[in-house]
């Protein structure tokens, strides 16, 4: 359809004069986002209460929307199970006995280790710190950034930079608090940097987000490329935010200089999510310290 | 009030300078319902920023810009029923929902007000292949511009994550002009 002719003025002085000065609104505007830009450059988090004010706002439709998904989900799932049940059934059954075997072998070694650990006074704290669970309702999906919304019953005791969980391994850490929900940075955004160690040895290295689902691991010693398809990452506990020994991630793909990987945890698929407390507090607040003196000597310092 | 009266009336508040209004009166007895015709595009722009508060979890961002797209969709299809500034509080209400920095959206939505608007006055008379190809051009450079301000913060994405959400968005796009479109014959029912 073709513009209307109020965009052309003729020789009314009103008429120019209102063409004027909308474009000025216009390129005001414009700048006027800029700016917001800009501050939310220097301070990423400056606009957090206006993000988490629209997310509790909508929170209630993303809730009702994703039941209906997992039910939806649940059932194709149920169904799915019916196919080809008699295969699936002597498959299961021959991988249950070859699993009991293992698990007498395993039952054994733990046993071994029971008594063993004691007398090489190794700390071991297996127990994880739950603060919450809560549920999963919505991505970032239309984003760059991996960002998740986790609906819990209250807020009280979380704040930024706990990890969260689910029974197949590491989500994310939170970044953003409201009332009943919380902001997941989710472990394949860019931003999202994890020590990890590899299970079989305890070779230590970094994973971070390729914001395409999967993630870049490379090792802490450059030069040598020493993983293989199929290692399994899990935390360190390096850096005091994440506890160690909880899965991240398998190795896809070798790289020249790093492994591909797959996160073990599909934020799709998992039911419930655990908020976990800081694994070492005062790391974080050591972090939050220097963050701040360096704010305070240099007012114009950008902190990634 | 006789119809004189309600005639210089309705002249005065359309000549509020900032809306380009009507320059002609209706001579039908029968009148578009006024809240029709302002709410129907601003809804349908508001609820497409708001897509992503549905369940959507995919590993790559796949989900077309919905809010975006119905925006250049209404003023492809309608040139001038919106004052040039929407950009802005469009941007910044998608920009609450979107995960992106507050401000990116409020600034490429205005941007791309001002060069519809240049587009306008160069390419007056367009058939629905020739927006398609506008828009195409639109979500494009909307989408790479979007994942360099992500950028200016963190590690670049590659570049090739928006592929399949561009090819997506232009593939859609004629479906959601279809969409404005019905809205459109809702809103000036009468």
Redesign the interface.
């Known amino acids: 359809?073709?513009?209307?002719?109020?965009?052309r003025p003729g020789f009314s002085r009103?008429a120019q004069?209102?063409i004027f000065?909308?474009?000025v609104?216009?390129?005001s505007?414009?700048i006027?986002?800029?700016?917001?830009?800009?501050?939310?450059?220097l301070d990423?988090k400056?606009?957090s209460a206006?993000?988490i004010?629209?997310?509790e706002a909508?929170?209630p439709?993303?809730r009702f929307?994703?039941s209906i998904?997992r039910t939806v989900s649940d059932g194709s799932e149920n169904m799915s199970f019916y196919w080809d049940a008699a295969a699936k059934n002597k498959a299961m059954s021959r991988k249950i006995k070859a699993l009991e075997k293992e698990n007498f072998a395993l039952q054994i070694t733990k046993l071994e280790n029971d008594t063993l650990k004691p007398l090489i006074e190794i700390m071991q704290n297996d127990e994880l710190d739950i603060i919450t669970t809560g549920r999963?309702?919505?991505?970032?999906?239309?984003?760059?950034?991996k960002?998740?919304l986790i609906s819990v019953e209250s807020t009280h005791n979380i704040e930024a930079g706990q990890p969260v969980i689910s029974d197949d391994g590491l989500i994310g850490r939170i970044t953003e608090i409201g009332l009943t929900t919380a902001r997941i940075l989710l472990l394949?955004?860019?931003?999202n940097v994890v020590p990890v160690i590899r299970l079989s040895d305890g070779l230590a290295a970094f994973s971070?987000g390729?914001?395409?689902?999967?993630l870049l691991i490379k090792p802490l010693n450059l030069g040598v490329n020493p993983f293989n398809k199929g290692d399994i990452l899990v935390t360190s506990g390096n850096g005091g935010l994440y506890p160690p020994n909880i899965p991240v991630a398998k190795i896809i793909r070798k790289l020249d200089d790093s492994g591909l990987a797959r996160p073990m945890a599909?934020?799709?698929t998992t039911d419930y999510s655990t908020i976990l407390r800081i694994y070492d507090p005062t790391a974080n607040a050591e972090i939050e310290a220097l963050k701040q003196a360096a704010e305070l000597s240099e007012n114009s310092a950008v902190i990634? | 009030m006789s119809s004189e009266e309600r005639f210089i009336r309705r002249k005065r508040r359309k000549s509020f300078p900032l809306f380009g209004g009507r320059s002609y009166q209706t001579r039908l007895n029968r009148h578009h319902s006024q809240w029709r015709i302002l709410a129907g595009p601003i809804v349908s722009v508001l609820l497409g920023s708001l897509i992503t508060t549905l369940p959507f979890f995919s590993d790559l961002p796949i989900l077309p810009p919905f809010g975006f797209m119905i925006f250049i969709a209404w003023r492809l299809l309608r040139p001038g029923m919106w004052p040039m500034w929407v950009g802005l509080p469009f941007g910044l209400f998608d920009d609450i929902f979107s995960g992106a920095l507050m401000g990116s959206a409020a600034l490429t939505w205005s941007i791309t007000m001002l060069v519809a608007e240049f587009i306008d006055s160069r390419i007056i008379w367009r058939d629905h292949m020739f927006d398609w190809l506008i828009a195409s051009m639109f979500i494009t450079i909307y989408l790479i511009a979007s994942l360099h301000i992500i950028s200016m913060v963190q590690t670049p994405p590659n570049i090739w994550i928006i592929i399949p959400q561009l090819l997506f968005s232009i593939a859609l796009y004629p479906l959601v002009v279809r969409f404005c479109a019905a809205i459109d014959k809702w809103r000036l029912d009468r």
């Open positions: 359809m073709a513009a209307p002719n109020n965009r009103k004069f209102t000065a909308t474009y609104l216009t390129i505007g414009a006027v986002g800029g700016l917001l830009l800009l501050i939310s450059i990423p400056g606009f206006l993000r004010v629209g997310a909508t929170a439709i993303s929307f994703n998904r999963l309702i919505s991505t970032s999906a239309s984003s760059g950034r960002f998740a394949t955004d860019t931003g971070t390729k914001a395409d689902g999967s599909d934020p799709a990634p």
